[in-house]
């Protein structure tokens, strides 16, 4: 089967930066929609980010457009999501999606397993 590893999550001061990323292994990395969502504790899961087979396109959430950029390597069949600007309503943790839907539902074929991201001063 598939496996998704994510890394990079932690704790940092509002402001701050982070960067978690995602490796898929297990079998043949395919170009589909990748992606992450994240879910804060009392809520719903809810969608991040994405980007396209060829990362010729990304989208965002309106929470996080123009402080979070998402990037793939299909060579090194990873994909990550870089934060900046992080806010304390950023804190949740964070998932990262391999064939990745997020309207009208989120669904992927494959979850990786979550990733803490904390921001506190």
């Known amino acids: 089967q598939l496996q998704l590893v994510e890394s990079g999550g932690g704790l940092v001061q509002p402001g701050g930066s982070l960067r978690v990323s995602c490796a898929a292994s297990g079998r043949t990395f395919s170009r589909y929609i990748m992606g992450w969502a994240r879910q804060a504790p009392g809520k719903e899961r809810e969608f991040v980010a994405a980007i396209s087979e060829s990362g010729d396109s990304t989208f965002y959430a309106d929470s996080v457009k123009g402080r979070f950029a998402i990037s793939r390597d299909n060579d090194k069949h990873t994909w990550d999501l870089q934060m900046n600007s992080l806010k304390p309503e950023d804190t949740a943790v964070y998932y990262c999606?391999?064939?990745?839907?997020?309207?009208?539902?989120?669904?992927?074929?494959?979850w990786g397993q979550g990733t803490q991201v904390t921001v506190s001063s």
């Open positions: 999606a391999y064939n990745f839907l997020w309207s009208p539902v989120l669904i992927a074929d494959y």
